[in-house]
């Protein structure tokens, strides 16, 4: 029977050294097999042996390449990127429309999952999101895209959860990577 790997990661190994160290001397005699993979995964970080392989196993599903089916075009995430500010807000509304579909899913990651939002709640966010004020057309984009739910009168407006495109996923990670720096 093959056992899965779990990578092991110290940022700085001297941490790493005095913390098996003073948790082995605080044994007082040589740890069995799980105390060892305790201790380790404490030293990296982890509650405990159990709290690291699960942290392992969740970033191995979060990171497969389900979303990498369709390789991202970085020529074009470039293209894409100069419809935005340094702070990650939409400057003008493309005429292509290739590019308009990422530049609404970067909008769309900004509002706020599963809540229900007001007229003037949707339009705050796309207010704070957008420099060229027309979150009427955002809005109806959204909405004929299937990104959000209206009400038939329009007072209230959902979030719908979908997967992004590669290049939207690819141009809102760097877009919030931009906005933090």
Same mark, same amino acid.
């Given at each position: 029977?093959?056992?899965?790997?779990?990578?092991?990661?110290?940022?700085?190994?001297?941490?790493?050294?005095?913390?098996?160290?003073?948790?082995?001397?605080?044994?007082?005699?040589?740890?069995?097999?799980?105390?060892?993979?305790?201790?380790?995964?404490?030293?990296?970080?982890? *509650?405990?042996?159990?709290? /690291?392989?699960? +942290?392992?196993?969740?970033?191995?599903? !979060?990171? =497969?390449?389900?979303?990498n089916? %369709?390789?991202?075009?970085?020529?074009?995430?470039?293209?894409?990127?100069?419809?935005?500010?340094?702070?990650?807000?939409l400057? *003008?509304?493309?005429?292509? /429309?290739?590019? +308009?579909?990422?530049?609404?899913?970067? !909008?769309? =990651?900004?509002?706020?999952t599963? %809540?229900?939002?007001?007229?003037?709640?949707?339009?705050?966010?796309?207010?704070?999101?957008?420099?060229?004020?027309?979150?009427?057309?955002?809005?109806?984009?959204?909405?004929?895209?299937?990104?959000?739910?209206?009400? !038939?009168?329009?007072?209230?407006?959902r979030?719908?959860?979908?997967r992004?495109t590669p290049?939207?996923?690819?141009?809102?990670r760097l877009?919030?990577?931009?906005?933090s720096?």
């Amino acid at each position: 029977m093959t056992r899965p790997a779990f990578p092991f990661y110290a940022s700085d190994i001297s941490v790493l050294a005095r913390s098996l160290h003073s948790q082995i001397s605080d044994l007082g005699r040589l740890p069995g097999h799980l105390e060892m993979l305790n201790i380790l995964a404490r030293a990296a970080g982890s *509650r405990n042996f159990q709290h /690291f392989r699960a +942290q392992v196993v969740a970033e191995k599903r !979060l990171m =497969s390449p389900v979303e990498n089916l %369709k390789p991202v075009d970085y020529v074009q995430l470039q293209r894409l990127k100069r419809y935005f500010d340094v702070n990650g807000r939409l400057l *003008r509304w493309p005429t292509k /429309f290739s590019h +308009q579909d990422p530049c609404l899913w970067v !909008l769309w =990651s900004k509002l706020p999952t599963r %809540k229900t939002l007001s007229e003037r709640e949707i339009n705050d966010v796309l207010l704070e999101n957008h420099r060229f004020q027309d979150p009427a057309l955002l809005r109806r984009e959204l909405k004929e895209r299937k990104m959000v739910t209206r009400t !038939l009168d329009g007072r209230e407006y959902r979030r719908l959860e979908r997967r992004p495109t590669p290049e939207a996923l690819a141009l809102i990670r760097l877009l919030s990577g931009a906005a933090s720096e």
